[in-house]
Structure formats: C-alpha cells, structure tokens
C-alpha cells in the first residue's frame, strides 16, 4: 500500500490562484484538524500557483510569508503562474501570454495596471516597469527559492506533473510546471503517486498513479487539501 513515513502527517494544498479568503478558511480546518489529534511530525505542502486569476495575489504572498501554518515542516512548490510572473519582471514579451492566463490580476493586486487607454507596447513597458517597482524584495526572494517538487514516502508533489517513463532526475522543468494530456493520460506506474495540481477538476481525481486537487478554487470557491497519514487519505475542501 502508498503511504507516507511513520509518525507523519502532510496536507497538501491545491492552487490557490489570489484567493486569500479561501486560503485562509482552509487553513483555519487545517489547524481545527491538528488541535483534534496532532502527530510526530507534520508537513504542508503547498502545490504552486498562489497568484493571478483571483483578486488578491500580492495579499496571498503575504499571508504565506507572515502567517505559516503550525506545522513542522512548510514546502511551497513553484506554480507555472509563479513561473510567468517572475519571467515578466526581466522579459517584457512574456506579457502579452502572462496577461491572458491571470496576470491582469496579478498586476493591480500590486496596483501596476497602467492606464488601459496607451498603445499596446507602451501599455506593456508601463507595466513592467510599474511592477518591477512594485513588487517587495520578500517576494522576490520567495519565489526565487521556491523548488520544483517534494517526495514524502511513496508520494511524489509537483505542480502539473511529470512526463511518464523518464526519470525523476532527468524531468524538465517545463513538464513539471506545465504538462497535462501525457502526464493525465498515462497509466503509467511513476514509482510514486504524483499529487499535483494545475489542471482543473471539479472533484479531486483519485487514479492509481496520481491524486489531482487543483478544484478551481479561483472560480468554484473549493478550495481543496489532501491529507495523508500512513496509509490513509482525506480531503478537506472550503
């Protein structure tokens, strides 16, 4: 049977793309669940895409930073959302794609939405340039250091997934923080079970190689956590 190590318990928490409300509802059954019976030892591991889409990206970056959950150990993993938004600040043509997946929002979160009246290419230089100004030096940091995956027992966290039949050592970058069809498709026995995010299902999806909990939290208001302990699973949903 898949389990995670003795003693430990994770809760894994799907994308929550600028919904500080639904994150910090979460959070708080998450915390409900620890005061009934905590464990050993206990982890969070947060799946990436914490910005754009919803409101209040910037506020959610905040929230991670100043109010972690009580757990032992906190892993947020890099989102391809992450990923766009930091190539954004150093590379203006990565705008136009960025503002067509969330960015828009992401932008006046941190107020650097330029005037919507300019030429296109003046429009992007603005927003650019208003967001490098914007965006804290914490941030920064943050999201520079956030890892690809994480590995709990027989368990393996990543964004979007992985390409089936390659070796975790030698995956991509870009596979695991932006594939979909190969990696959900597959029937493939990864070596571990994949817990990811990124590609949208109303319910959790529960396959013999992968546990998908990216629920739309940005547009269902379900917002949902993956509990792991032993051999055991549950969810915990806003």
């Given amino acids: ?101 969330g960015g828009m929002e992401t932008l006046k979160s941190y107020g650097a939405a330029p005037d919507p009246a300019l030429p296109p290419e003046e429009w992007m230089a603005q927003a650019q340039d208003a967001f490098n100004r914007a965006v804290p030096e914490r941030h920064l940091a943050f999201l520079e250091g956030l890892p690809l995956r994480h590995a709990e027992g027989d368990y393996l966290f990543v ?23 190969e990696f959900l498709d ?12 990124h590609s949208i299902a109303w319910e959790p999806e529960i396959r013999p190689n992968r546990i998908g909990i990216d629920t739309g939290a940005y547009v269902s208001g379900r917002l949902t956590a993956l509990v792991l302990e032993g051999e055991k699973r549950r969810f915990l949903s806003t």
């Fill in 1 to 101: 049977m898949t389990a995670v190590p003795p003693g430990t318990r994770v809760y894994a928490i799907g994308d929550v793309h600028g919904r500080l409300d639904l994150l910090m509802r979460l959070e708080a059954m998450i915390e409900a669940d620890l005061a009934r019976a905590r464990p050993a030892r206990t982890v969070a591991v947060y799946l990436g895409d914490y910005v754009d889409r919803g409101p209040e990206s910037r506020e959610v970056l905040d929230h991670l930073l100043d109010r972690p959950l009580p757990a032992d150990e906190t892993v947020h993993l890099l989102g391809n959302h992450e990923d766009a938004m930091c190539r954004f600040l150093v590379d203006r043509w990565v705008g136009e794609s960025w503002m067509g997946f």
């Fill in 159 to 181: 964004h979007a997934g992985i390409r089936p039949r390659i070796p975790l050592a030698r995956q991509r970058r870009d596979d695991l923080l932006w594939i979909r069809h």
């Fill in 186 to 197: 597959s029937e493939v026995d990864h070596g571990q079970v994949v817990v990811h995010g």
